[in-house]
């Protein structure tokens, strides 16, 4: 490994633990009154959050040691899997708001949406690799990873999860793009598949609600919209620099679930404009950091897994803060590293431990091998 790689994962570490470390004290901030209301204990969901973290770690090391050249070999069975716990969610999935995303295992509720996204990128990562200059064919190359890109958003579409399907596509798309498919190809599909979403988002009631409150309420308080201008407010209050951690007025249940995904609100209320520039730039940061490594590595494979999985966190920060800002309709999409959530925290912490494991092989095997010894040593 070049000294440059070991730079840009020292840079994209230090710049995932910022991240996570300003999420920590704003979940502790934006859910006190929840957690007081809920357990008479202020701290309630912020212990939740740091188990959250601590497991997020867990999938990280899991993603940064296990060889990222064997998913070559089980990526297929990986996004069969997805897709059956896809399906299960429409059998057994505990619904909230009118949705099925979430399958309770007992001992902890899962979203299996956010596990396809990331089991679809390293798919269509090894397809590009493994099509190679097919990619520019239809028949022959492009519609292989297209149907699994289709299927998956698809399932996770009538969930109903609109949001996510969307990234799933536009995602899965940019990567077939960035692979070497024909922008003719690229361009004809994605026409045709903005003109079925659209379709589908009429369809659904809440969604037909939210594109058209959106379109017809800016900077007016109607039920549907009431999080987007308490946001709005909790953002124009923190001016500049904040009124401080610790002193959001709209953290006190005014923006309903201010903890989750309109966490960046009570951000740029205590922070103020310097704090959310701050956080944005972190996000930029870290998708060009990943593409300087995308650069320096010559495996298409690993270059493709670098790409997908860095713009998958990039592309998903930008529309949770432009839903805040009220530049896109209202979803459910929550800030990487920084909101409250399990499954999503995890799937993002387990991202970059990919992204290092492609850029760091020589290191981590050595990791893998003294993991291996300590493990023998407890087995003796």
Request: hydrophobic share 55%; proline share 2%.
């Amino acid at each position: 490994m070049t000294y440059k790689l070991k730079r840009y994962n020292k840079i994209l570490l230090g710049l995932v633990t910022a991240l996570v470390v300003i999420g920590a004290i704003i979940v502790l901030s934006a859910s006190s009154m929840y957690s007081l209301e809920k357990s008479n204990n202020f701290t309630t969901l912020f212990n939740h959050h740091l188990r959250i973290i601590i497991f997020g770690i867990g999938t990280f090391v899991a993603g940064m040691i296990f060889p990222y050249q064997f998913y070559q070999k089980v990526t297929k069975w990986l996004l069969l899997g997805a897709v059956i716990a896809l399906l299960a969610t429409f059998a057994f999935g505990t619904t909230v708001k009118g949705a099925s995303r979430w399958l309770d295992l007992g001992f902890v509720k899962f979203q299996p949406s956010e596990a396809a996204k990331i089991i679809l990128i390293v798919h269509i990562s090894y397809m590009i690799y493994r099509l190679g200059d097919r990619i520019t064919e239809f028949k022959h190359g492009l519609l292989y990873p297209l149907i699994w890109i289709v299927v998956t958003a698809f399932l996770i579409m009538i969930q109903p999860n609109m949001s996510t399907a969307f990234i799933v596509a536009f995602v899965g798309m940019t990567m077939l793009f960035v692979g070497g498919a024909r922008v003719k190809h690229i361009a004809a599909v994605s026409i045709v598949g903005l003109l079925f979403v659209v379709a589908m988002m009429w369809a659904y009631p809440h969604s037909r609600a939210r594109i058209v409150s959106y379109f017809n309420s800016h900077g007016v308080a109607e039920k549907i919209n009431d999080q987007v201008y308490q946001a709005r407010i909790g953002l124009g209050s923190g001016g500049l620099t904040g009124v401080g951690l610790g002193e959001s007025s709209q953290a006190n249940l005014f923006v309903s679930e201010s903890y989750g995904d309109f966490i960046f609100s009570i951000l740029g209320e205590e922070l103020g404009f310097a704090g959310t520039l701050f956080v944005t730039t972190l996000y930029l940061m870290l998708f060009f950091v990943s593409l300087l490594q995308m650069k320096n590595i010559s495996d298409k494979f690993g270059q493709m897994l670098i790409f997908g999985l860095s713009f998958n966190i990039a592309l998903t920060a930008f529309i949770n803060i432009a839903v805040v800002l009220g530049i896109f309709p209202t979803t459910g999409i929550t800030l990487p590293f920084i909101s409250y959530g399990g499954t999503s925290i995890a799937m993002f912490a387990l991202s970059v431990g990919i992204i290092i494991n492609v850029t760091a092989e020589g290191r981590v095997l050595k990791l893998r091998k003294r993991l291996v010894m300590i493990s023998e040593f407890f087995g003796d």
